[in-house]
T-cell receptor
Framework: DSGVTQTPKHLITATGQRVTLRCSPR?????VYWYQQSLDQGLQFLIQ???????AKGNILERFSAQQFPDLHSELNLSSLELGDSALYFC???????????????FGPGTRLTVL | DQQVKQNSPSLSVQEGRISILNCDYT??????FLWYKKYPAEGPTFLIS?????DKNEDGRFTVFLNKSAKHLSLHIVPSQPGDSAVYFC????????????FGQGTELSVKP
């Protein structure tokens, strides 16, 4: 158990819908990262938050957004869903921002999103 | 732009023998490299890391070797055990880019009894 929790475990929805994935980082970790793992792709970095502020952005679609709340939990919002958004979405957390220091990340169990 | 590549999608090894998983990278800005192990229906679990200024790091049965001139790293597992069967991902990290990990595609290791 990494200490990172993600809900829900599974999500099935229809095209055009909007969903919210939730992540609670390990106790004491200030950074949260979101990754997407599709069938034909490896783990792709989406976005990072550090202590409530956006720190880094990957190839995240404009239909996707995220935020980190004062209690440090994070939510990833996916809207206007398409079939191709079906994937595993992982959240990871770490103590530091990753700037200038080695930064081990601990991953949650993931949310499997299926868009029908 | 695949900055980290794991060219072998799968590897099968006999229990007790050595497993060697390979990873190539193109971005010479990486400061750290990490290996993660992933079981089905679970998130990736950190295994071992190596700084770009080192050429070897060892932790029990796991050793990672880094060849900067060849932009190549490898993970050695000795001896391999059936419980090591999983997908292994290597990842690169650049300090001043927030700590995001750039992952390879993964190699599925199967250790047969």
């Amino acid at each position: 158990d990494s200490g990172v929790t993600q809900t829900p475990k599974h999500l099935i929805t229809a095209t055009g819908q909007r969903v919210t994935l939730r992540c609670s980082p390990r106790s004491g970790d200030l950074s949260v990262y979101w990754y997407q793992q599709s069938l034909d792709q490896g783990l792709q970095f989406l976005i990072q938050y550090y202590n409530g502020e956006e720190r880094a952005k990957g190839n995240i679609l404009e239909r996707f957004s995220a935020q980190q709340f004062p209690d440090l939990h994070s939510e990833l919002n996916l809207s206007s869903l398409e079939l191709g958004d079906s994937a595993l979405y992982f959240c990871a957390s770490s103590v530091a921002t990753g700037t200038g220091v080695y930064n081990e990340q601990f991953f949650g169990p993931g949310t499997r999103l299926t868009v029908l | 732009d695949q900055q980290v590549k794991q060219n072998s999608p799968s590897l099968s090894v006999q229990e007790g023998r050595i497993s060697i998983l390979n990873c190539d990278y193109t971005n010479s800005m990486f400061d750290y490299f990490l290996w993660y192990k992933k079981y089905p229906a679970e998130g990736p679990t950190f295994l071992i890391s190596i700084s770009s200024i080192k050429d070897k790091n060892e932790d029990g049965r796991f050793t990672v070797f880094l060849n900067k001139s060849a932009k190549h790293l490898s993970l050695h597992i000795v001896p391999s055990q059936p419980g090591d069967s999983a997908v292994y991902f290597c990842a690169g990290q650049i300090y001043n880019q927030g700590g995001k990990l750039i992952f390879g595609q993964g190699t599925e290791l199967s250790v047969k009894p």
